[in-house]
T-cell receptor
Framework: AQSVTQLGSHVSVSEGALVLLRCNYS??????LFWYVQYPNQGLQLLLK??????LVKGINGFEAEFKKSETSFHLTKPSAHMSDAAEYFC????????????FGGGTRLMVKP | GAGVSQSPRYKVAKRGQDVALRCDPI?????LFWYQQALGQGPEFLTY????????KSGLPSDRFFAERPEGSVSTLKIQRTQQEDSAVYLC????????????????FGPGTRLTVL
C-alpha cells in the first residue's frame, strides 16, 4: 500500500524567503510523484511531476522538487516566496492500481507574510 | 471545453435527501476518477472508470454512494440518504489513458462540488 506524509500542516514564511514543503512517501515500487496546488474554492492544479528522468524537477511558478530515493522524499522548494503563492499544497503518488489512482498527503497550507 | 467541469459547484442538502453530482471530463480522456476531500484533508480516492466500465469502487464509503458513466464520457456521483458526514468537496479528475508512461498518470481536476449536509 502506498502512503504519503506531509510534515507540517501549516507553513508560514515572509515574502522573499525560501519555501520548503516536505513530503515523504512509501511505495513498494518506484513511484510517480506529483505536487499539486489548490487555491481557495478551486480544483487541484499540477505544479510538477517526477518522471525518473531527473531527480531535480522544475515546475511552474518557480517551484522545484528533488527526488531522493534513499530518503523516500520529494520536498518542494521555491527560492523566494511571493504573496500569490499562498495556497494549499498536496503531494501525491500514483501507482499501478485503479488506473493509476492518486494517493495524497494531508496537505500543507502555505501562508506568506508581507 | 478545455478542462474538467463539475456541477453544481455548491450543493446544500437536508439530511436524508438524495444528491447527484455531475462531472464532464476532458474530451477523449478514457480514465475518470472521483475523490472526496474532507475539510482540512487531502483528497481520498472513491472510484475509477475506464470508459464506461467502473473498474474500482473500493473507496466508496458506503452503499449509499453510487457512480456511473454510461456512455464513457460524463459521470454522475449519486449519494442516497445523505448524512452529515458526507459533507465534503467532491473532486472529479480525468486522464488520457491507463498505462505505465508518466503522461498517463497525470490527472486533470475539476473545480469540485462542495456538498453541505444540514
Amino acid at each position: 500500500a502506498q502512503s504519503v506524509t506531509q510534515l507540517g500542516s501549516h507553513v508560514s514564511v515572509s515574502e522573499g524567503a525560501l519555501v520548503l514543503l516536505r513530503c515523504n512517501y512509501s511505495s513498494s515500487v518506484p513511484p510517480y510523484l506529483f505536487w499539486y496546488v489548490q487555491y481557495p474554492n478551486q480544483g487541484l492544479q499540477l505544479l510538477l511531476k517526477y518522471t525518473s528522468a531527473a531527480t531535480l524537477v522544475k515546475g511552474i511558478n518557480g517551484f522545484e522538487a528533488e527526488f531522493k530515493k534513499s530518503e523516500t522524499s520529494f520536498h518542494l522548494t521555491k527560492p523566494s516566496a511571493h504573496m500569490s503563492d499562498a495556497a494549499e499544497y498536496f503531494c501525491a503518488v500514483s501507482g499501478v492500481n485503479a488506473g493509476n489512482m492518486l494517493t495524497f498527503g494531508g496537505g500543507t497550507r502555505l501562508m506568506v507574510k508581507p | 471545453g478545455a478542462g474538467v467541469s463539475q456541477s453544481p459547484r455548491y450543493k446544500v442538502a437536508k439530511r436524508g435527501q438524495d444528491v447527484a453530482l455531475r462531472c464532464d471530463p476532458i474530451s477523449g480522456h478514457v480514465s475518470l476518477f472521483w475523490y472526496q476531500q474532507a475539510l482540512g484533508q487531502g483528497p481520498e480516492f472513491l472510484t475509477y472508470f475506464q470508459n464506461e466500465a467502473q473498474l474500482d469502487k473500493s473507496g466508496l464509503p458506503s452503499d449509499r454512494f453510487f457512480a456511473e458513466r454510461p456512455e464513457g464520457s460524463v459521470s454522475t456521483l449519486k449519494i442516497q440518504r445523505t448524512q452529515q458526514e458526507d459533507s465534503a468537496v467532491y473532486l472529479c479528475a480525468s486522464s488520457l489513458l491507463p498505462g505505465q508512461e508518466v503522461r498517463f498518470h497525470e490527472q486533470f481536476f475539476g473545480p469540485g462540488t462542495r456538498l453541505t449536509v444540514l
